[in-house]
């Protein structure tokens, strides 16, 4: 199904990723966690990685979505230890550590099939198409 076109399963798992987000997020809300813009910043990154696979705009704009992968994964694993130190929970920072190497692994895939559509051309200039 998805062999023809592989930007089709990266954006399908971009928005599950979106959709797990968004669930631990609203999650912790519930429960009362007591650091409430890890929260928040859960569902806005959640919301931000939801619409960017289902819009369309996961194979338009590839540079973005790898760069809104890398600032999501940055923003777990700080999240992580931040929850780790100041809440004093372990269970949600491994979590946020777990879901932050599936986004490493989405921003790897991302990458690859960025740097895979490059051509460079063996003229003088050196520059890439």
Same mark, same amino acid.
Request: glycine share 10%; proline share 1%; charged share 5%.
């Given at each position: ?5 592989? #930007?089709? #399963? ?6 599950? #990723?979106? @959709? ?14 007591? =650091? ?13 990685? =939801? ?16 760069? =809104? ?19 004093? @929970? ?8 777990? =879901? ?14 960025? #740097? ?14």
């Amino acid at each position: 199904m998805f062999r023809k076109n592989i #930007f089709n #399963f990266f954006c399908l798992l971009l928005s599950i #990723f979106g @959709v797990v987000l968004i669930g631990l997020g609203v999650y912790l809300l519930t429960t009362g966690f007591s =650091l409430s813009y890890v929260t928040i910043g859960l569902i806005i990154a959640g919301l931000l990685a =939801l619409l960017s696979g289902c819009a369309g705009t996961c194979k338009k704009y590839t540079c973005l979505v790898c760069l =809104l992968l890398t600032l999501i994964t940055l923003f777990l694993f700080i999240t992580g230890m931040i929850s780790f130190i100041f809440a004093g @929970v372990l269970v949600i920072p491994i979590i946020l550590g777990s =879901l932050g190497i599936l986004a490493i692994n989405l921003n790897t895939l991302c990458l690859i099939l960025k #740097f895979r559509r490059i051509t460079v051309y063996g003229d003088s200039s050196g520059s890439c198409k």
